[in-house]
């Protein structure tokens, strides 16, 4: 019988190789592993940490006052975002998750209208567009809708066929927040009957925003409702009736400031109210004769020396000036000063003021000259002042100009309308404001001025080639001569 023998050899290489290929492979499943873990790590990490905001507007950054509000807040609030999955708004997911990084009580949640097609109407909002906020604390919610996320300006349109879009997200969101956790609104009214200014759309809308609800109000209907936390009187071109009127509302003006009521008024040099005059010097305010001019042009716009951009003081009682940025200009047009006499039981202090080279001219609208004259009274003077009588909680904001509210100036100069809230706020008793401007979804275009285009096109287009030809060609020479 044949018998065969296998006889086994040794690997040549001892087993290296298969060694070699086990650590390879323990090595790719432990970095795996790592990479993992790793993710799920930076993944737990609250995303203010992980991500940063490279963006020209700061779009995907909230602002100080988002971050207070947002940190603040003692109760559960939950913001629901419509929208179909797979079409999600990058910006907007963003700023929810820096929403829900600022705050232990907020979060969010994406809900798909084709998934969840009746979710809306739980909150009204069967009409919402793809793209809304929902955002429900429990106890009570609200809508923020898409087209409201983004303000379109078509203000430069017709000249150069584009319109700017900005993002205002943030704003729409935080001032939801805090009309939604602030308690009740309170209520505003500004007087309607003797031809008073109309309250800007703008300013409305902000005042909203800041959780101040506006109304009109007649004081020939039934006086001041007792539900009125600030009384607003914007311009009155006639007085206040007194007590030979049909109505006393100097009287009544005068027993709503006597149980501790709010005021806020404006003026303007060419119109004489003696009567409403009569009461604000029970605070120890009065007006300066004639309208200011301004002496130093770095306080004037564009050298209309009547068109003043006063400094902003320092109160140490007022909180209108809390939260405003002291950079951001106020333009007061067509101002009167506005005197404080000390009274006993009054606090008052200036919150703006005019430059030392101020004067008042004496010729008020009448004047032929912006130049000083003659009993023209010398500044600095206050345009606008507050005042608190110590025993009955009145308080008073008197600005001496008609022009704060102006919807065709706050384009270009939004300081007022921040201003302006800072007072109702102040007034209502709120600490500061939470206006937030939109931000810019694109970077400002670079603009060269004309005689700097020649120079600039002839450095990149023949300086900069020509040199590295230049560079290009003695290095190459060099390098043959080795």
Wanted: aromatic share 8%; proline share 5%; hydrophobic share 40%.
């Amino acid at each position: 019988m044949l018998h065969i023998r296998f006889k086994r050899h040794p690997a040549p290489d001892g087993g290296r190789v298969f060694r070699s290929g086990l650590l390879s492979a323990a090595t790719v499943a432990a970095a795996v592993v790592l990479a993992v873990l790793v993710n799920l790590l930076v993944g737990a990490i609250p995303a203010r940490y992980t991500q940063f905001d490279l963006s020209a507007g700061g779009l995907y950054t909230l602002g100080d006052t988002s971050r207070q509000v947002a940190g603040s807040l003692e109760e559960d609030l939950t913001i629901y975002y419509l929208c179909e999955t797979g079409a999600e708004d990058r910006i907007i997911t963003r700023l929810l998750d820096q929403y829900a990084a600022a705050g232990p009580h907020i979060r969010w949640e994406q809900i798909d209208p084709a998934v969840y097609p009746t979710f809306a109407s739980r909150y009204g909002a069967e009409n919402a567009a793809s793209g809304s906020l929902i955002l429900d604390t429990g106890d009570a919610s609200t809508v923020l809708d898409a087209a409201g996320l983004y303000v379109y300006d078509y203000a430069s349109y017709y000249e150069t066929g584009a319109y700017d879009v900005r993002f205002d997200g943030e704003g729409q969101i935080t001032s939801a927040i805090y009309r939604l956790t602030s308690g009740q609104a309170s209520r505003a009214y500004y007087t309607t009957n003797h031809s008073e200014a109309a309250l800007s759309d703008t300013l409305t809308q902000a005042l909203e925003a800041q959780n101040i609800e506006t109304a009109p109000l007649s004081l020939l209907s039934g006086g001041i409702p007792e539900d009125c936390a600030l009384l607003i009187v914007n311009c009155p071109a006639s007085d206040f009736a007194g007590a030979d009127g049909v109505v006393d509302e100097t009287a009544l003006l005068q027993e709503y400031l006597a149980g501790g009521g709010k005021l806020l008024l404006m003026t303007d040099a060419y119109y004489d109210t003696p009567n409403l005059d009569e009461v604000m010097a029970g605070l120890g305010l009065a007006r300066v004769d004639g309208l200011v001019v301004e002496g130093d042009p770095d306080h004037s716009l564009y050298g209309y020396s009547y068109y003043l951009l006063p400094d902003y003081a320092q109160p140490s009682v007022s909180t209108a000036l809390d939260g405003i940025t002291s950079s951001v200009p106020v333009l007061v047009q067509m101002a009167q000063g506005i005197r404080i006499t000390p009274t006993d039981g009054v606090t008052a202090e200036p919150l703006l003021t005019t430059s030392g080279s101020a004067y008042s001219k004496a010729a008020s609208y009448e004047m032929t000259t912006t130049e000083r004259e003659g009993g023209d009274l010398d500044g600095p003077f206050d345009l606008a002042v507050y005042a608190q009588a110590e025993d009955t909680g009145a308080e008073v904001i008197w600005i001496g100009s008609s022009n704060m509210d102006n919807e065709a100036n706050y384009p270009s100069v939004p300081g007022n309308c921040d201003f302006l809230v800072g007072c109702a706020a102040s007034l209502t008793g709120q600490s500061s404001d939470i206006l937030i401007d939109s931000k810019a979804l694109e970077a400002d275009l670079l603009t060269i001025p004309a005689g700097v285009v020649a120079p600039l096109g002839l450095t990149f287009l023949l300086v900069i080639p020509a040199g590295l030809l230049i560079a290009g060609a003695v290095v190459t020479i060099r390098r043959r001569r080795r």
